[in-house]
């Protein structure tokens, strides 16, 4: 209950988001998953998060606890979200190809989706570094 407790820390540390905290404790209890994945969509758009590592945090000590249970497009949504919060691009890729081997690892038959968007944000973040024909390769690969 690794997740739990992490929920139980974060409440400590920010007591003014205690009802999210609870809220999100209660449906990862009751295992709701897609009431969690939208109470989570709402979650990770405040503010207090949008600075440092803060998402980062969250997913690795929430989110990977229960990541193949929800819809794997908005995991994929989440894994993108997240990644804009490294600060090296290089950090980023590196972090949306490792959630890539955990969508193929699921064995799913749905996950052609969650990958192509997941591919077209480490396109951007090539671009963005310079990369120009790594960014051309994986926007062919996407057709």
């Not at 820390?9 to 999100?24: C, F, G, K, Q, V």
């Not at 950090?91 to 064995?107: F, P, S």
Request: charged residues 30%; glycine residues 2%.
């Amino acid at each position: 209950m690794a997740a739990l407790e992490y929920l139980d820390s974060l409440r400590t540390a920010h007591p003014e988001l205690s009802d999210w905290y609870n809220t999100l404790a209660d449906l990862y209890q009751r295992k709701l998953w897609h009431q969690l994945t939208l109470k989570l969509e709402q979650f990770v758009a405040l503010a207090v998060f949008q600075a440092g590592d803060a998402l980062i945090q969250l997913y690795n000590n929430f989110i990977t606890d229960f990541e193949t249970k929800i819809n794997l497009l908005k995991l994929a949504h989440f894994a993108v979200i997240v990644s804009r919060q490294y600060s090296k691009k290089e950090d980023a890729i590196k972090y949306l190809e490792g959630v890539i081997e955990k969508l193929r690892a699921t064995k799913e038959m749905r996950i052609e989706e969650p990958i192509l968007y997941i591919k077209m944000q480490i396109a951007a973040f090539n671009l963005e570094k310079g990369d120009q024909k790594e960014c051309k390769n994986l926007l062919d690969d996407g057709k």
